[in-house]
């Protein structure tokens, strides 16, 4: 039996050689879509352009303003009244606009609450919440400081002392490069699979390794077995450019990063040998690819939506997908550490998951040998 | 010619919808994905699960506990009773945020002195940590100005007004919804036009197809239509499910809308057809559709904004057709824009559908 599958394996590499695509999707792909990913995904606004109206200045509206112009959050552009900040919030050239009327230091001087607007371009509303917040943390900022240089009797009553752990400068592209690596090795399991059994249905080679005395396990294993070398090999490269060009912090152990992805890459190929072998047609195993594997992977994974905030039946529906458990291993390996409670629970998932698609493949490979 | 085309595309058509596997794949898909994703795809907090480590139990603390349990973006998910409690929570994620009030904040808050409050969050998600934080300043800042008021402290110098244009509780779901009809439009057309002609070439029916007396212009157009058409079906109907489904306001004109599909719908099938004449297999067709599919996906917007990225990759999804047309379905979804505010969209998505369908016109000549 081992001879059997030995020669097998090797038929399975000599295919793989002389068509170098099953080698671009393995090394090249996750490298290069990394590469880009890592550099274009970011959360993180810089340089934001907002539109300063301040309808009389003075040294009040002057240290309100040096406040917004020191902050790398922020391109503050001055306007001269609020209806050209307007026109151009309408026109895209600001994200937002500061407003301070022209009443707003005397209304300081005498000791009334003086209001001031900040109007932000909802539309992204993501963005425009986290503008809100740079902008109000101005705000408070400035408050601080006057109370200190003017010794005036200001306090609020609570104030908060944050700490942010596991990624305290919170730099999304900590959590962002590793639920990429998901994603991405989520595509190239299923590619690296999908296509090569539906390509032996449909040229007719699978009648025909049928009628050697090799086993339906045996030939599975031999499908199984180099794409899942090459599939370590790519996950391997990616870690490498995590680690190095994106500078993402690696706080667990090598150990449990790599047996989580071992078990990860079984669950993405046996999810790819399922679709070929259903569809046993080229392009209706590459369609399904493409549905069942990369927009899940996209939406669903928790890669960049928050599963936390999703109503309960999508937050469900979620359980199915793969990419789920390993965004959640990836993030917390790379930014946590190695936490038993979190890498048991997904990990037996994935388990579970992997029995699942590799057992359906086999049986639904061996009744179409009757 | 028309006849020819006619009988061509009637062929198409018959071969993708014959096949019920793929028919299964057109239909069924789009309209589960459009559901669940549309659901999915939020980055408003809800329900944050939160501990509270009250080392004070007085009135102040009471009160701002209050404020929390009254906010549907927080879910008490437990009180501890001591300091070494909350790190296993915010480890297995039970909890994302833990609030730890000292002992003296009621004390101290009466007497008109400042007191901590400690906020210990989990900033794996950052973009999650960054809004939860921004939760928490805001009940602060009410508990705050509740408080002042109340107990006679001078009220603050100066407060903010906020407000927010065409998104005024910034739902993004308002945004994240009209981009899903551009994101599965963009993978239907592609699908339907980015194998079409590696299959008749793995086949050997496209040498059968060269034979007749159909020109080669013909035969891609014959390859265009059905994509056109099934791709121009789609994003009606998934307009149609955002606006009725999803109640996302519609506040611009329908001719807007109708010339970006238009333009977006020629870009993206040139890119198909390029695609598909390069191929000489199927799986090379397919891996060219990921190859163009996953980054226009990613580098487009749809999640994460272009103006997040660096230069260079900003430069580079210029041709990136899903880029302009994200701008377009938002714009006139939300923001009411009309023709001449979206302008600087169109162009571009014009001269990339004429780019794309002369170079794949250009390909298939020459590949014969």
Same mark, same amino acid.
């Given at each position: 039996?081992?001879?059997?599958?030995?020669?097998?394996?090797?038929?399975?590499?000599?295919?793989?050689?002389?068509?170098?695509?099953?080698?671009?999707?393995?090394?090249?792909?996750?490298?290069?879509?990394?590469?880009?990913?890592?550099?274009?995904?970011?959360?993180?606004?810089?340089?934001?352009?907002?539109?300063?109206?301040?309808?009389?200045?003075?040294?009040?509206?002057?240290?309100?303003?040096?406040?917004?112009?020191?902050?790398?959050?922020?391109?503050?552009?001055?306007?001269?009244?609020?209806?050209?900040?307007?026109?151009?919030?309408?026109?895209?050239?600001?994200?937002?606009?500061?407003?301070?009327?022209?009443?707003?230091?005397?209304?300081?001087?005498?000791?009334?609450?003086?209001?001031?607007?900040?109007?932000?371009?909802?539309?992204?509303?993501?963005?425009?919440?986290?503008?809100?917040?740079?902008?109000?943390?101005?705000?408070?900022?400035?408050?601080?400081?006057?109370?200190?240089?003017?010794?005036?009797?200001?306090?609020?009553?609570?104030?908060?002392?944050?700490?942010?752990?596991?990624?305290?400068?919170?730099?999304?592209?900590?959590?962002?490069?590793?639920?990429?690596?998901?994603?991405?090795?989520?595509?190239?399991?299923?590619?690296?699979?999908?296509?090569?059994?539906?390509?032996?249905?449909?040229?007719?080679?699978?009648?025909?390794?049928?009628?050697?005395?090799?086993?339906?396990?045996?030939?599975?294993?031999?499908?199984?077995?180099?794409?899942?070398?090459?599939?370590?090999?790519?996950?391997?490269?990616?870690?490498?450019?995590?680690?190095?060009?994106?500078?993402?912090?690696?706080?667990?152990?090598?150990?449990?990063?790599?047996?989580?992805?071992?078990?990860?890459?079984?669950?993405?190929?046996?999810?790819?040998?399922?679709?070929?072998?259903?569809?046993?047609?080229?392009?209706?195993?590459?369609?399904?690819?493409?549905?069942?594997?990369?927009?899940?992977?996209?939406?669903?994974?928790?890669?960049?939506?928050?599963?936390?905030?999703?109503?309960?039946?999508?937050?469900?529906?979620?359980?199915?997908?793969?990419?789920?458990?390993?965004?959640?291993?990836?993030?917390?390996?790379?930014?946590?550490?190695?936490?038993?409670?979190?890498?048991?629970?997904?990990?037996?998932?994935?388990?579970?998951?992997?029995?699942?698609?590799?057992?359906?493949?086999?049986?639904?490979?061996?009744?179409?040998?009757? | 010619?028309?006849?020819?085309?006619?009988?061509?595309?009637?062929?198409?058509?018959?071969?993708?919808?014959?096949?019920?596997?793929?028919?299964?794949?057109?239909?069924?898909?789009?309209?589960?994905?459009?559901?669940?994703?549309?659901?999915?795809?939020?980055?408003?907090?809800?329900?944050?699960?939160?501990?509270?480590?009250?080392?004070?139990?007085?009135?102040?603390?009471?009160?701002?506990?209050?404020?929390?349990?009254?906010?549907?973006?927080?879910?008490?998910?437990?009180?501890?009773?001591?300091?070494?409690?909350?790190?296993?929570?915010?480890?297995?994620?039970?909890?994302?945020?833990?609030?730890?009030?000292?002992?003296?904040?009621?004390?101290?808050?009466?007497?008109?002195?400042?007191?901590?409050?400690?906020?210990?969050?989990?900033?794996?998600?950052?973009?999650?940590?960054?809004?939860?934080?921004?939760?928490?300043?805001?009940?602060?800042?009410?508990?705050?100005?509740?408080?002042?008021?109340?107990?006679?402290?001078?009220?603050?110098?100066?407060?903010?007004?906020?407000?927010?244009?065409?998104?005024?509780?910034?739902?993004?779901?308002?945004?994240?919804?009209?981009?899903?009809?551009?994101?599965?439009?963009?993978?239907?057309?592609?699908?339907?036009?980015?194998?079409?002609?590696?299959?008749?070439?793995?086949?050997?029916?496209?040498?059968?197809?060269?034979?007749?007396?159909?020109?080669?212009?013909?035969?891609?157009?014959?390859?265009?239509?059905?994509?056109?058409?099934?791709?121009?079906?789609?994003?009606?109907?998934?307009? !149609? %499910? /955002?606006?009725?489904?999803?109640?996302? #306001?519609?506040?611009?004109?329908? @001719? $807007?809308?109708?010339?970006?599909? &238009?333009?977006?719908?020629?870009?993206?099938?040139?890119?198909?057809?390029?695609?598909?004449?390069?191929?000489?297999?199927?799986?090379?067709?397919?891996?060219?559709?990921?190859?163009?599919?996953?980054?226009?996906?990613?580098?487009?917007?749809?999640?994460?904004?272009?103006?997040?990225?660096?230069?260079?990759?900003?430069?580079?999804?210029?041709?990136?057709?899903?880029?302009?047309?994200?701008?377009?379905?938002?714009?006139?979804?939300?923001?009411?824009?009309? !023709? %001449? /505010?979206?302008?600087?969209?169109?162009? #571009?998505?014009?001269?990339?559908? @004429? $780019?794309?369908?002369?170079?794949? &016109?250009?390909?298939?000549?020459?590949?014969?």
């Amino acid at each position: 039996m081992k001879r059997r599958l030995g020669a097998l394996i090797r038929k399975e590499f000599l295919q793989i050689l002389r068509d170098p695509s099953a080698i671009a999707i393995a090394f090249v792909m996750p490298a290069s879509l990394l590469f880009l990913f890592g550099y274009g995904v970011s959360l993180d606004a810089r340089h934001v352009p907002v539109a300063v109206v301040v309808e009389l200045p003075d040294s009040d509206t002057a240290s309100f303003v040096a406040g917004l112009a020191q902050s790398p959050y922020f391109e503050p552009q001055s306007f001269m009244d609020v209806t050209t900040a307007r026109a151009a919030l309408r026109q895209r050239q600001v994200e937002g606009i500061l407003w301070l009327r022209h009443d707003f230091s005397r209304r300081l001087l005498r000791g009334d609450t003086a209001p001031f607007s900040i109007i932000v371009n909802g539309v992204d509303a993501n963005s425009a919440r986290l503008l809100e917040g740079y902008l109000q943390g101005v705000w408070q900022n400035w408050l601080q400081q006057r109370a200190r240089t003017s010794g005036q009797p200001f306090a609020v009553p609570a104030y908060s002392t944050d700490r942010i752990w596991f990624n305290p400068a919170l730099r999304s592209r900590n959590y962002l490069v590793p639920g990429l690596i998901a994603v991405i090795m989520t595509l190239i399991g299923a590619l690296l699979t999908a296509m090569v059994v539906a390509r032996e249905w449909e040229r007719g080679t699978m009648e025909a390794l049928m009628a050697t005395p090799v086993t339906i396990s045996e030939i599975l294993l031999g499908k199984l077995l180099p794409y899942f070398f090459m599939g370590m090999g790519g996950m391997a490269l990616s870690v490498v450019l995590a680690l190095s060009l994106f500078a993402v912090p690696l706080v667990g152990s090598v150990w449990a990063l790599s047996a989580a992805s071992a078990l990860f890459l079984l669950v993405a190929l046996g999810m790819g040998l399922l679709i070929s072998t259903l569809a046993r047609n080229q392009f209706v195993a590459g369609q399904l690819a493409v549905i069942v594997t990369f927009l899940p992977a996209f939406m669903l994974s928790g890669f960049i939506f928050d599963i936390g905030s999703m109503p309960a039946p999508v937050q469900f529906v979620t359980h199915v997908v793969a990419a789920r458990y390993f965004v959640s291993i990836l993030q917390t390996v790379f930014l946590a550490g190695d936490l038993w409670p979190v890498l048991l629970a997904n990990s037996a998932a994935l388990a579970v998951m992997a029995v699942i698609f590799l057992g359906l493949t086999w049986r639904q490979s061996r009744k179409r040998l009757d | 010619m028309f006849a020819r085309i006619r009988a061509l595309v009637i062929k198409e058509f018959l071969a993708l919808l014959k096949d019920r596997a793929t028919r299964v794949v057109l239909v069924g898909p789009p309209i589960i994905q459009l559901i669940v994703f549309g659901y999915a795809a939020t980055f408003d907090l809800n329900h944050v699960p939160y501990v509270v480590y009250d080392e004070d139990h007085g009135s102040a603390s009471r009160q701002l506990l209050a404020h929390f349990e009254g906010s549907p973006t927080f879910r008490l998910a437990g009180q501890v009773s001591r300091e070494d409690q909350i790190a296993p929570l915010i480890d297995n994620q039970s909890a994302l945020v833990a609030l730890h009030i000292g002992p003296h904040f009621t004390r101290d808050l009466l007497l008109h002195r400042p007191a901590p409050v400690q906020v210990l969050i989990d900033g794996r998600n950052s973009n999650t940590a960054a809004l939860a934080l921004n939760h928490v300043s805001s009940i602060l800042t009410a508990f705050n100005l509740q408080w002042m008021k109340e107990h006679g402290w001078h009220a603050p110098p100066a407060l903010p007004e906020l407000r927010s244009w065409y998104n005024p509780n910034l739902v993004s779901r308002w945004f994240i919804v009209p981009g899903i009809v551009a994101l599965l439009t963009l993978v239907v057309t592609l699908l339907v036009t980015g194998l079409s002609v590696a299959r008749e070439r793995e086949m050997g029916t496209l040498d059968q197809l060269l034979v007749t007396p159909l020109r080669p212009i013909e035969i891609l157009i014959g390859k265009a239509l059905p994509g056109f058409l099934i791709g121009g079906l789609e994003a009606a109907v998934i307009t !149609l %499910a /955002v606006i009725l489904w999803f109640r996302v #306001p519609f506040n611009g004109s329908v @001719a $807007a809308l109708a010339l970006g599909v &238009t333009l977006f719908l020629l870009a993206v099938i040139g890119i198909g057809l390029l695609i598909s004449t390069l191929a000489s297999t199927q799986q090379q067709g397919l891996l060219g559709v990921f190859l163009f599919l996953v980054p226009a996906v990613i580098l487009s917007g749809f999640s994460t904004p272009v103006s997040n990225m660096p230069e260079a990759v900003q430069w580079l999804t210029r041709i990136n057709p899903m880029r302009y047309f994200l701008v377009i379905v938002r714009g006139v979804f939300l923001e009411g824009a009309d !023709l %001449a /505010v979206l302008w600087p969209q169109y162009w #571009p998505l014009a001269l990339l559908g @004429a $780019a794309s369908l002369s170079a794949a &016109t250009w390909r298939f000549r020459r590949r014969l």
